[in-house]
């Protein structure tokens, strides 16, 4: 493990609520301690605010274009704390309806079960990132 990674406790469990335009409109406690930011600094700001710069662009393409068709859409995303150090979760978005009648999303992420699959990714989204350039 390096020094600079945050692992989240088994127990974990990060929950933001996005307009469709990905804009914070709720974060939870755990999101907030893990991601190192006090709620208010999260609320209206884009979800872009807590990526990764390791994460490809193609991995967010897809995850757009799945909620904006109404689809779920889960995958392994390498994110970035208000202090730099990094944490890997397990998310899965789904598109959200307010009461309201407003559209958005909500993620719902979780600790990676094993590091071998962070491994896998990190290897994965390396290779992806070099085709971006």
């Not at 958005?104 to 990132?129: D, H, N, V, W």
């Amino acid at each position: 493990m390096n020094s600079n990674e945050i692992v989240l406790r088994d127990d974990s469990f990060l929950i933001s609520h996005t307009d469709t335009r990905g804009k914070i409109k709720f974060a939870s406690d755990d999101f907030c301690t893990v991601a190192e930011y006090d709620v208010q600094e999260l609320i209206g700001k884009p979800h872009s605010i807590v990526r990764h710069p390791d994460m490809p662009k193609a991995a967010f393409q897809d995850l757009w274009e799945t909620v904006k068709k109404g689809e779920i859409w889960s995958g392994f995303v390498k994110n970035r704390s208000k202090t730099g150090k990094f944490y890997w979760v397990y998310a899965t978005v789904y598109p959200y309806q307010d009461q309201d009648g407003s559209l958005g999303y909500i993620s719902c992420r979780t600790k990676i079960a094993a590091r071998e699959e962070i491994a896998y990714y990190e290897a994965l989204y390396k290779k992806m990132r070099a085709k971006e350039f």
